[in-house]
């Protein structure tokens, strides 16, 4: 009895339901959405979401009436580089401004796909602590490659790979650090040009090899690839998504759909580049290769949608400014998803290639309580996802600039 009663005196007590009204609701599995809603949070998740009719509030329940806003779950990038490097004596982790700049832009989890100096796992761990504000992290360490390659050089080396044995020996080595995803260059620049439709950095068994030994310890798997040779064998090789993919002809879009790999097109990343050369005033031959890498991409990005591949939200962001991540799914739009599909790829459909739909990505009973407000209604009008007012990650707000709460409006 003793006993019974000191553990009910030590144990934490529980936070108070916090019930948030809002003039919209963003319901991204259905595509629609819901007037007048209320979303009950309990902890760090939802207890309930749907109409404010339809909805009993909770005994002593904390009510915050956020106003005229649309609430949708927590936006999701599924390729940004938050942090490179270690850390200056005396100078703060790597990526702790980039992550704050993601977080309030509405962006709660995020795949970091590739750093430098394990700077996106020491990252993870300080936001996960606690230490420094930032999205949920998912985090590949190296990028691995071949000698001379892509990943070599963006890198430093790190992940260099020379056959399937060393490709084994070095998953198993990121696994053992803590790594949630490995991600290897297959083929192809950071921008694509013609030259890069055949280009294949890794033998085929190579990239078979990093495939099977990191499924076989639970990790999913990206690939760089831009040429419709590089991203053919990192399909038949089992990977799990192919980042950027500019030059997909039909037969690679055709085996991506086949076997359900995800296209990570990063377009907006271009337009961005092009933007700020002509800025900076640069030379006619860069600029055209700038519009050149535009354009190659955006038409095998449109390829893919009318094959029916489907499409995730990520933003390579490092290359574009970290808290521009939005800008991604205007983009999206224009190579043929609808304002709720381009939603999508950025929540539900994002989470699923991260294997956390169970977790995030939808706003329902039981999950995360990851959510962001924005000022209109993103299915009219995607740069509503730019005017982002309020983020909640895991039940905590994390971003306040909407209206001041009015109880008695909730009544």
Known sequence: ??????????????????????ARLLDVERGVVVEDALVIVEGQTLSAVGARAALALPAGARVR??????????????????????????????????????LRAGFT??????????????????????????????VAGPALGAPGGTCDGVFAGEGVVRDAEEARAKVRELAERGVDVIKFCAGGGVLATAADAEACELAPEVQRAIVEEAHARGLRVAAHAQGARAVRTAVEAGVDSIEHGSLLDEAAARLMKERGVVLVPTLHRLEW????AEQAGAAPEVLAGFEQASELAFASATLA????VPIACGTDATVLPHGLNARELPALVRIGLTPAQAVRAATIDAARLLGREQEIGSLAPGKRADLVAVRGDPLADLTALERVVWVMKDGAVVRDDAAPADPAAAR
Do not use: C, Y
């Open 1 to 22: 009895m003793l006993l019974a009663l000191l553990a009910l005196l030590l144990a934490p007590a529980q936070a108070e339901p916090v019930v948030l009204r809002a």
């Open 65 to 102: 009436d956020l106003g005229d806003v649309t609430l949708l779950p927590g936006l999701i990038d599924v390729h940004v580089h938050l942090a490179w490097g270690p850390a200056a004596p005396g100078a703060p982790l790597p990526g702790t401004a980039e992550a704050l700049a993601t």
């Open 109 to 138: 989890t995020v795949r970091n796909l590739g750093s430098t100096g394990f700077a996106d796992l020491r990252l993870r761990e300080a936001i996960e602590d606690g230490l420094v504000p930032g999205p949920r992290m998912l």
């Open 273 to 276: 580049s092009l933007a700020s």
């Open 305 to 308: 949608v009318k094959l029916g």
